[in-house]
């Protein structure tokens, strides 16, 4: 089985219908997508998959950061780093 | 009588006839969604809709649309279901007034009834996810009242956080969520990966139908979510404590999930169907690992569906975008009538007021997009006459037609702040804003020719009255 978005062929199973056999849902383990088995083809299958949401490794290793992570204020070991409970 | 939770709303839409029951077996997908975005579809006074026999769930329950129509909003406020959108809108500014009203603590709450902790946990056993739109990445929680605090100033109550914010579930027990950072939590998971540590945080679901309001609505920093709602609701709004964080969170919700922001951590979200209109994503944001659960028994999944406008979403953040936009406003210019920033979360805004002396009308446009919410939004600002009614579209055009010279009238500045989300920006949270000044000309702005409107004739009041009545008794 192929991811339907970054066509990565590694899919793990997150869960499956309370109702026994009648849907599980996917997950692919390098863009995330997830989807329902019993979802339509444009969401499901590789070949009708919308071009303008596939992604490729590219895109997820260039995706941009929101929101930009910002620098420490402190060093891990400073000693001058305030505590919580300091007031 | 205010409602404390979603129940006891969803009762009352029942009884108003604004609820209906989907009885016959639907799919998650794509029946869930499109349902909810055809009752954005078949005019005015859509129904909540709720479903209970879904393909392949056992036990869901799960309600859209809840506040997707005039007349469902002003339920959730209390009001006669006809009660109508400016006058809605007037009560709303009314019941302003009376903030802060102190929360009412109680330590029953019913979503102590479940747990689910560490290893246990799993949200797609206690809540029927599913997709939306085509191009969502996943499945998300976009109708969460998300509880954090100022991790500077932890014991602050006001700066304690309640935001809607899309919440995209990437596993069992994690989640990657969009802060915003215009946003209020944006600022607290600033200050706490400054420091290097996890931002806590308490994600509520299936809340009472102002809880979800004032959780869309754009206060000032150091305001509280709670203390507005008990303005709004004329009577305190019931908080609890939750188990983990020691987080104030609503007493009436279905679901309670708790856990942190993972600090300094992003991971590949979305895309995801905004209030825009228009996809936004992928892009790499911050994820959530949960560590606690609790539910009511038999808990209601609420969700809203949100895409080309008008949708659920415009309906709920419609009136709490006019009324702080007017009450920021009328801080410093009391000049301002009324505000109608119901378009796209006020990306576009249209203000009447009064002029104090000739260019004060653009000073009120730039006033607005320096608000706290126009920090990320007000992109475009039409201001009219104190006698032009903002929200009657029509009355706006003409002024538009008649008032506006573009050359001295469009202000257009350059490279301001916008949220990421608006896609017209060439840089992301970056754009032009505009102003349109449609007002008329005061001195000593003495352009144009406007000093003979022609005005209603003094007799056409009392034609009025006689044409009515002559029409009533045909």
């Known amino acids: 089985m192929t991811c339907p978005r970054c066509a990565h062929d590694t899919i793990d199973t997150v869960t499956t219908s309370p109702v026994p056999g009648v849907w599980d849902i996917l997950q692919c383990v390098r863009c995330l997508y997830m989807w329902r088995t019993t979802e339509p083809d444009r969401r499901t299958r590789r070949e009708a998959y919308p071009v303008e949401f596939r992604m490729t490794p590219a895109d997820i290793e260039t995706a941009p950061e929101v929101p930009v992570v910002p620098p420490l204020l402190y060093g891990r070991n400073e000693p001058n780093r305030p505590s919580r409970t300091a007031s | ?474």
């Open chain 2, 1 to 474: 009588m205010p409602h404390d939770d979603l129940r006891s709303f969803l009762d009352t839409l029942e009884k108003e006839n604004q609820l209906l029951r989907i009885t016959e077996q639907v799919l998650p997908e794509p029946d869930l969604a499109a349902a909810a975005n055809a009752a954005g579809r078949i005019g005015e006074g859509a129904p909540a809709l709720y479903f209970d026999n879904v393909k392949g769930f056992t036990d869901a329950r799960i309600a859209m649309n809840v506040h997707g129509s005039w007349r469902n909003h002003a339920l959730a406020l209390d009001l006669p279901p006809g009660t109508s959108v400016r006058e809605q809108i007037e009560e709303f500014a009314r019941r302003w007034d009376a903030f802060p009203v102190a929360p009412e603590r109680r330590e029953d709450a019913p979503w102590r009834q479940n747990t689910q902790l560490g290893p246990d946990i799993d949200l797609f056993k206690v809540l029927p996810l599913f997709r939306l739109n085509d191009g969502d990445g996943g499945f998300y929680l976009d109708k969460a009242a998300v509880v954090s605090r100022d991790p500077r100033d932890p014991d602050h109550f006001g700066k304690q956080n309640v935001g809607t914010y899309r919440i995209e579930v990437i596993g069992r027990d994690r989640l990657a969520f969009q802060p915003v950072p215009m946003h209020d939590v944006a600022q607290h998971l600033h200050a706490a990966e400054e420091l290097g540590e996890d931002l806590p945080i308490a994600i509520t679901l299936g809340n009472d139908p102002v809880i979800t309001i004032v959780a869309g609505m754009p206060m000032g920093y150091d305001q509280s979510e709670y203390e507005m709602a008990g303005a709004l609701r004329g009577a305190p709004a019931p908080i609890a404590t939750a188990p983990l964080t020691g987080f104030d969170v609503p007493w009436g919700s279905e679901v309670v999930v708790e856990g942190v922001v993972e600090s300094r951590k992003r991971q590949i979200e979305g895309p995801f169907g905004e209030f825009t209109g228009h996809y936004s994503g992928g892009r790499r944001m911050p994820t959530i690992r949960v560590d606690r659960i609790s539910y009511r028994t038999d808990p209601v999944f609420e969700s809203l569906y949100l895409g080309m406008p008008w949708t659920e979403v415009d309906y709920l953040v419609g009136p709490n975008t006019c009324v702080p936009l007017l009450k920021q406003l009328r801080t410093e210019f009391p000049e301002v009538q009324a505000v109608n920033a119901m378009y796209t979360h006020g990306l576009a805004v249209i203000i009447s007021t009064k002029k104090r002396y000739g260019g004060f009308a653009k000073a009120v446009g730039m006033r607005a997009m320096t608000t706290p919410h126009g920090l990320g939004y007000v992109t475009q600002v039409i201001v009219v006459d104190e006698d032009v009614d903002p929200f009657d579209l029509p009355q706006v055009m003409w002024a538009m037609s008649a008032k506006v010279n573009p050359q001295d009238d469009v202000v257009i500045v350059p490279n301001l702040s916008v949220m990421a989300l608006a896609p017209a920006a060439n840089t992301p949270g970056i754009t032009s804003k505009m102003i349109i000044d449609a007002t008329t000309p005061v001195a000593p702005d003495n352009r144009g020719h406007f000093d003979t409107p022609v005005r209603d004739l003094p007799e056409t009041p009392e034609w009025t009255d006689r044409l009515r009545a002559l029409i009533a008794a045909r």
